[in-house]
């Protein structure tokens, strides 16, 4: 899994980038963050009390403040993998509302740049997302999502890309398996199909395209944002069962019907390279279309000026909120 630059977000910055195109920041933002911790500059505070109580066989959610969103934390012990990380999970305004009290919701699964261990950057202010879903629901021009946003490693220097690796924690079955059971356990969503999607950007592009296509009917929709398509660990992977778990390997057979959006910055000519060497392995009835950012980079800033585009192609291809 490669490591990219996901640098701190000054928080004035957020209006004049959440406009597609944006290029960036300057030289200084190229410096990486510790790979073990959060790239945010936000600092998560847990509430000393849980915002839910479940019983005993299900899980119990702290609410962290990231300073402009609460999120709900949980520890989840994964049943089918056996793998222990951490879950956030993020509610629209309309969740809460007695008006929707009896409708399920889409929901996405959203994946971390860098190593995402102990951190996913779709939490906080990073990429802004819930502050585009916030506004954009209210007034109908974007659906009302829930969040998925799971730790993508149990350590730094465990790096399995999202994948069960011969001999290493079986992280694709957390992800692929436990994340969505209790998702579906513990709160109102749509059923798998159109009403779930899924995204990253980066690595965690890398993570969302290989779940996706590795669960035909699962998933309705993938953004990549800057994202690659052949694993990159140094963990030894060189079987031929994991070998059939590439999305490059699994795009031009896979069987289900997926709708793609490839984000990539016109500043960074390997996204764009990858992306649409991607979108020729896609085949119908799934489709793929490339979005270019006139002048992005491989960069937080340039990721968080696509939000929108992100956001409106979701709701253009996912079901919304429905009666239970």
Known sequence: MRFRPFPVLAAL?????LVAGCSGQGPDDRTPPPRGGSPSSA???ATPTATRTHTADEQRFKTVDFGAENVLETTLHGAASGVTMKVWVWTPPQYDDP????QDFPVLFLYPGGDGAT???WTDRSYSAQEVVDSASRDGSVLPFVFVMPEMQVSKNVDTECTDLPGQPKVGTFLDTDVPAMVQHDFRVLPPGKGWGT???SSGAYCAAAIALREPGEYGAVVSIAGYFDMETELPHWDT?????????LAPTFAGTLAWLLVAGTASPEDVAQAKRFSGLVRPPSTAQVFLQDGGKHLTTSFKAAMPEVFAFFSEHLDGPRPQ
């Open 13 to 17: 910055l957020a209006a004049a980038l």
């Open 43 to 45: 600092t998560p505070t």
């Open 99 to 102: 008006a929707y009290a009896h």
């Open 119 to 121: 951190y996913n950057n």
């Open 199 to 201: 995204a990253g950007a």
């Open 241 to 249: 069962a994991t070998l059939a778990q590439y999305p490059t390997a």
